[in-house]
């Protein structure tokens, strides 16, 4: 099991570019996440998925989309770059019923846009 | 929403001494309290988690404790080892709408 798989690792935009972030996972869950991490700021949460064909506004939803292409497959997209969404971008999953709420996390993507 | 708040946000310990990160919430709806770790260059990893019909939990040295009451919960580190050293996130969730709430982390240096 590979779990949560994310790429790029690492990508540097112009303002204006648009890119998107792919997330994969192997372990059938039902939910994926999309998270920011900011220095100081933790983990805030921009869209979810709790089961495929829903998605859902996080925290921070402004200036992304995501699809929910399948079950395993959860990708964000920003349309027009900005310097405020220069962040690591991790994916999450998890199997979310009555007994655990786990989340899983992916290695991360590091953007920054200048 | 919910409003995690974390203390301290650096924490230096001698290898061997214990390590403790508190959390506050706001949210009395929360019932489910994780807590994770991560490395540098990597995804946050859970390490332990619990829920609100439980006080305590344990698992070798690391414990963690929950006070409804007063709406906070702490993570405790016993015997310190340099491989702990990393940043500590807790989070907070009420069940619904699939929404964690994560505090801002504290980066926790052994020293060997």
């Known amino acids: 099991n590979a779990g949560v798989t994310q790429t790029p690792k690492f990508q540097v935009l112009k303002t204006g570019q648009s890119m998107t972030l792919q997330c994969a996972q192997d372990?059938?869950?039902?939910?994926m996440y999309w998270y920011r991490q900011d220095p100081g700021m933790g983990l805030r949460l921009i869209y979810y998925?709790?089961?495929?064909?829903?998605?859902d506004k996080g925290e921070v939803p402004n200036g992304y989309n995501v699809s929910r292409l399948n079950k395993r497959e959860f990708s964000l997209r920003l349309e027009s770059a900005a310097p405020s969404q220069t962040s690591v971008y991790f994916c999450?999953?998890?199997?979310?019923?009555?007994?655990?709420?786990?989340?899983?996390f992916g290695p991360g993507t590091r953007l920054t846009v200048l | 929403g919910e409003n995690v708040e974390q203390h301290p946000s650096t924490l230096s310990v001698q290898e061997g001494d214990s390590a403790v990160i508190k959390c506050t919430y706001s949210?009395?709806?929360?019932?489910?309290f994780p807590w994770y770790k991560q490395e540098l260059g990597k995804g946050p990893q859970l390490i332990i988690d619990?829920?609100?019909?439980?006080g305590e939990k344990k698992d070798q040295r690391i414990a963690v404790t929950l006070n409804k009451t007063a709406k906070h919960f702490s993570l405790h580190i016993t015997e310190t080892q340099p491989e702990d050293s990393a940043v500590y996130f807790c989070?907070?969730?009420?069940?619904?709408?699939?929404?964690?709430?994560f505090g801002t982390g504290t980066s926790l240096t052994v020293i060997p």
């Open positions: 372990m059938n869950h039902n939910s």
């Open positions: 998925s709790a089961s495929e064909g829903t998605t």
């Open positions: 989070a907070a969730s009420n069940g619904a709408g699939n929404q964690f709430y």
């Open positions: 949210d009395s709806a929360s019932n489910y």
């Open positions: 619990i829920r609100s019909n439980v």
């Open positions: 999450a999953s998890s199997n979310r019923d009555r007994l655990t709420d786990t989340q899983y």
